[in-house]
């Protein structure tokens, strides 16, 4: 035996996971240790669009705006979930558009990484890439933005707990246990 843990090693994921939820839920450290757990690539659709744009987020919504954004941020997540399942972390604001909803619930499977205020505004307040946030009071920015939000993400193909203090491992393990209850997306290989 080589110590390593072979819990996960018969799952074979059919569809691709696509986490949602608010900035500072986790979806991109989670997202990479269950694309690790599951030996699947991890894709980030933020990333896909700095790198395709050449500049950040944040850059892009200064020059271009968040309509236009939004709009490539549909192009990115429409190609990645035509690839091969993977792991595919999305920002906070993809899940909002309708067609971004049908498209990821039709193609993967949406889990929606649930934290509450709390504990995102403790992991966020110090950041200063959130392009959202950068207003006269970020606090009640992220509560406004968190309230309007919920209720959508609440609609997601699944939802698992993010709390402060527990490890981004364990996390991973929480949505490996939410995503065997559908046959349909991981199975025991």
Same mark, same amino acid.
């Given at each position: 035996?080589?110590?390593?843990?072979?819990?996960?090693?018969? @799952?074979?994921?059919?569809?691709?996971?696509? &986490?949602?939820?608010?900035?500072? /839920?986790?979806? %991109?450290?989670? !997202?990479? =240790?269950?694309?690790?757990?599951?030996?699947?690539?991890?894709?980030?659709?933020?990333?896909?669009?700095?790198?395709?744009?050449?500049?950040?987020?944040?850059?892009?919504?200064?020059?271009?705006?968040?309509?236009?954004?939004?709009?490539?941020?549909?192009?990115?997540?429409?190609?990645?979930?035509?690839?091969?399942?993977?792991? @595919?972390?999305?920002?906070?604001?993809?899940? &909002?558009?309708?067609?971004?909803? /049908?498209?990821? %619930?039709?193609? !993967?499977? =949406?889990?929606?990484?649930?934290?509450?205020?709390?504990?995102?505004?403790?992991?966020?307040?110090?950041?200063?890439?959130?392009?959202?946030?950068?207003?006269?009071?970020?606090?009640?920015?992220?509560?406004?933005?968190?309230?309007?939000?919920?209720?959508?993400?609440?609609?997601?193909?699944?939802?698992?707990?993010?709390?402060?203090?527990?490890?981004?491992?364990?996390?991973?393990?929480?949505?490996?246990?939410?995503?065997?209850?559908?046959?349909?997306?991981?199975?025991?290989?």
């Amino acid at each position: 035996m080589d110590g390593r843990d072979t819990s996960v090693q018969a @799952l074979k994921l059919k569809k691709t996971v696509v &986490m949602v939820g608010m900035m500072g /839920a986790g979806k %991109t450290a989670v !997202g990479r =240790a269950l694309a690790s757990a599951l030996r699947v690539p991890f894709r980030d659709s933020d990333a896909e669009i700095e790198r395709a744009a050449n500049m950040s987020i944040a850059e892009i919504f200064a020059r271009d705006g968040e309509p236009f954004f939004r709009q490539k941020e549909s192009q990115v997540i429409a190609r990645l979930l035509d690839g091969a399942p993977a792991v @595919l972390s999305t920002g906070g604001g993809a899940y &909002m558009r309708p067609q971004n909803r /049908a498209m990821i %619930t039709e193609r !993967g499977v =949406a889990v929606w990484l649930d934290a509450e205020l709390p504990v995102l505004w403790n992991r966020v307040k110090h950041k200063n890439t959130r392009p959202l946030l950068r207003t006269a009071d970020p606090k009640a920015t992220l509560r406004e933005i968190y309230e309007q939000r919920v209720p959508i993400y609440a609609l997601s193909d699944l939802s698992v707990k993010s709390e402060q203090g527990i490890a981004v491992e364990a996390m991973a393990a929480r949505v490996i246990a939410a995503l065997k209850t559908r046959p349909d997306v991981l199975t025991e290989d």
